[in-house]
């Protein structure tokens, strides 16, 4: 468990992949509806957050997760990145 | 033609390009791309400083290849000068024809690299949509909301050359009222390089890569490398009377045909090449002798050169001796997909300001090359019919016949 994530830095990795600008990923933003992810954006989305992380995220996983604030917790429970 | 624009290494504006044509500007310098240290070749005419966000949300052009940035730019640029928008008319009278190539190679570089060092999972769900060749004409549609037929075309160095006479014919047979037509290329990269470089087609004269590019001169080695891209809007001479539109050229005509010889090399004969030039000209109504000047396609290759030049005398006979030839890829490099877009481009301007571009680095013409290839410097001359040649990898050709908006040649009557 590795709790010294900074949020910032993923709302700087959402932001570059998904073309918002970084304070649009806010924790209750969904990635379809708020931030215009498609389905070609996640698997993008999923393939950075897993370098950046050292996790794996299955496509189910990030599909069942409604909004940023969910794929965060997430990361704070498994992320093995050393911040 | 009531529009045109351009992404090229001499210019990313009309005025730019126009400029470094008349004053002999070669966009031609070290790859800044990639590094070239084991590459025997290490010079191209790149796109330098483009900044694609000027034209495009940041997330279409994260999500689209960099030939297809350079379209949809160029495309812009045209409907803005043409001042025709898709959206403001019927949108499935307006067509898009995007020629290619090649298509994305840097995107299937990156990918490939991705697979072998990282896995499956690290393919771009993009990759596919950023480098297939077809994609620059879909982008364009998306944005512009031209909603016409739409493709593109793939004949190697002769693909916009194509895509030019197949979007003026898809007008003239009443498939669409105006067509964005042209080429987009972005092919300076590792693997494309290294390529052409095991070809042995490109120059290797890196000490001085302003004067690598020299068509029809004995110190010529080879071609060099271009990027960019170039669009022009092409429309029914009625409709754009009726807008009161500028008209800059008329393409009056349009031949093509096969050398079917070999993959590489054309007919030595040039007998391919002649063939498209006498169709094209058939088909305009117009005679050889009505012809003031031709861009060639003059790569700065031994071959290709000769065969030619040989062409251009058997189609012109004796009028061959007093006809002005030009390459201007002396100056911006071979644009490959892009290269007729931008010569035909070159050509409507020529004879839009009556000032032919030169052949720069000419300095001592191969004796098998002698005709008047305007060597060094422009020449100012007012000519009202001019044709465009491009030949591509496979044996393919295409010309163009381009006359003058102000020309003061007779319509010819078609059959």
Same mark, same amino acid.
């Given at each position: 468990?590795?709790?010294?994530?900074?949020?910032?830095?993923?709302?700087?990795?959402?932001?570059?992949?998904?073309?918002?600008?970084?304070?649009?990923?806010?924790?209750?933003?969904?990635?379809?509806?708020?931030?215009?992810?498609?389905?070609?954006?996640?698997?993008?989305?999923?393939?950075?957050?897993?370098?950046?992380?050292?996790?794996?995220?299955?496509?189910?996983?990030?599909?069942?997760?409604?909004?940023?604030?969910?794929?965060?917790?997430?990361?704070?429970?498994?992320?093995?990145?050393?911040? | 033609?009531?529009?045109?624009?351009?992404?090229?290494?001499?210019?990313?504006?009309?005025?730019?390009?126009?400029?470094?044509?008349?004053?002999?500007?070669?966009?031609?310098?070290?790859?800044?791309?990639?590094?070239?240290?084991?590459?025997?070749?290490?010079?191209?005419?790149?796109?330098?400083?483009?900044?694609?966000?000027?034209?495009?949300?940041?997330?279409?052009?994260?999500?689209?290849?960099?030939?297809?940035?350079?379209?949809?730019?160029?495309?812009?640029?045209?409907?803005?000068?043409?001042?025709?928008?898709?959206?403001?008319?019927?949108?499935?009278?307006?067509?898009?024809?995007?020629?290619?190539?090649?298509?994305?190679?840097?995107?299937?570089?990156?990918?490939?690299?991705?697979?072998?060092?990282?896995?499956?999972?690290?393919?771009?769900?993009?990759?596919?949509?950023?480098?297939?060749?077809?994609?620059?004409?879909?982008?364009?549609?998306?944005?512009?909301?031209?909603?016409?037929?739409?493709?593109?075309?793939?004949?190697?160095? =002769? !693909? %916009?050359?194509?895509?030019?006479?197949? &979007?003026?014919?898809?007008?003239?047979? #009443?498939? +669409?009222? @105006? *067509?964005?037509?042209?080429?987009?290329?972005?092919?300076?990269?590792?693997?494309?390089?290294?390529?052409?470089?095991?070809?042995?087609?490109?120059?290797?004269?890196?000490?001085?890569?302003?004067?690598?590019?020299?068509?029809?001169?004995?110190?010529?080695?080879?071609?060099?490398?271009?990027?960019?891209?170039?669009?022009?809007?092409?429309?029914?001479?009625?409709?754009?009377?009726?807008?009161?539109?500028?008209?800059?050229?008329?393409?009056?005509?349009?031949? =093509? !045909? %096969?050398?079917?010889?070999?993959?590489? &090399?054309?007919?030595?004969?040039?007998? #391919?090449? +002649?063939? @498209? *030039?006498?169709?094209?000209?058939?088909?305009?109504?117009?005679?050889?002798?009505?012809?003031?000047?031709?861009?060639?396609?003059?790569?700065?290759?031994?071959?290709?050169?000769?065969?030619?030049?040989?062409?251009?005398?058997?189609?012109?006979?004796?009028?061959?001796?007093?006809?002005?030839?030009?390459?201007?890829?002396?100056?911006?490099?071979?644009?490959?997909?892009?290269?007729?877009?931008?010569?035909?481009?070159?050509?409507?301007?020529?004879?839009?300001?009556?000032?032919?571009?030169?052949?720069?680095?000419?300095?001592?013409?191969?004796?098998?090359?002698?005709?008047?290839?305007?060597?060094?410097?422009?020449?100012?001359?007012?000519?009202?019919?001019?044709?465009?040649?491009?030949?591509?990898?496979?044996?393919?050709?295409?010309?163009?016949?381009?006359?003058?908006?102000?020309?003061?040649?007779?319509?010819?009557?078609?059959?």
């Amino acid at each position: 468990m590795t709790s010294n994530l900074k949020f910032s830095e993923l709302q700087e990795l959402a932001a570059e992949i998904l073309g918002v600008e970084p304070d649009q990923v806010g924790l209750e933003k969904s990635f379809a509806r708020d931030l215009a992810a498609d389905s070609l954006d996640l698997v993008e989305l999923i393939a950075a957050v897993e370098d950046k992380y050292d996790v794996e995220l299955p496509e189910d996983t990030l599909e069942a997760m409604h909004n940023v604030g969910d794929l965060w917790e997430f990361l704070q429970a498994n992320a093995r990145q050393e911040a | 033609m009531t529009g045109m624009g351009f992404i090229t290494p001499i210019g990313k504006d009309l005025e730019t390009v126009w400029t470094s044509l008349v004053e002999g500007v070669s966009g031609v310098g070290l790859i800044t791309h990639f590094d070239t240290t084991a590459y025997p070749t290490k010079i191209a005419a790149e796109v330098h400083d483009f900044d694609p966000e000027m034209w495009m949300d940041r997330k279409t052009a994260r999500h689209i290849g960099r030939y297809c940035q350079f379209a949809l730019a160029a495309s812009l640029q045209a409907l803005d000068q043409s001042g025709l928008d898709p959206r403001s008319m019927d949108p499935d009278d307006v067509g898009v024809i995007v020629s290619s190539g090649i298509g994305g190679m840097e995107e299937i570089e990156r990918n490939h690299t991705a697979l072998l060092e990282r896995g499956v999972r690290r393919i771009s769900p993009f990759m596919v949509p950023m480098m297939i060749a077809d994609m620059a004409a879909g982008i364009v549609s998306m944005q512009t909301g031209a909603r016409g037929i739409n493709f593109a075309i793939v004949s190697a160095c =002769a !693909s %916009s050359g194509h895509g030019i006479g197949e &979007a003026a014919e898809i007008i003239r047979r #009443g498939d +669409a009222v @105006a *067509m964005l037509a042209g080429g987009a290329e972005a092919t300076i990269t590792p693997l494309t390089m290294g390529a052409f470089c095991q070809i042995k087609a490109t120059s290797e004269r890196n000490d001085e890569p302003q004067a690598a590019c020299r068509p029809w001169d004995l110190g010529r080695d080879g071609f060099i490398m271009g990027e960019g891209a170039v669009m022009m809007v092409l429309e029914r001479m009625d409709h754009a009377e009726a807008r009161g539109a500028r008209v800059w050229g008329e393409i009056a005509g349009y031949g =093509a !045909s %096969s050398d079917g010889y070999h993959f590489t &090399a054309p007919n030595p004969e040039g007998e #391919g090449a +002649a063939r @498209a *030039m006498r169709k094209a000209l058939a088909k305009s109504g117009y005679s050889p002798d009505q012809v003031g000047y031709v861009n060639a396609h003059g790569t700065s290759t031994k071959l290709g050169d000769i065969a030619e030049t040989k062409a251009i005398k058997s189609v012109f006979g004796a009028h061959a001796a007093q006809l002005p030839v030009s390459s201007t890829k002396s100056m911006h490099g071979h644009l490959l997909g892009a290269a007729g877009a931008l010569e035909a481009a070159a050509t409507i301007l020529a004879l839009d300001r009556g000032v032919l571009p030169p052949t720069i680095n000419l300095d001592s013409p191969d004796p098998e090359c002698d005709l008047d290839y305007i060597p060094l410097r422009a020449r100012p001359k007012k000519v009202d019919l001019a044709i465009s040649n491009s030949f591509g990898f496979g044996g393919h050709n295409a010309t163009l016949v381009i006359r003058a908006a102000e020309s003061t040649l007779e319509v010819p009557v078609l059959q």
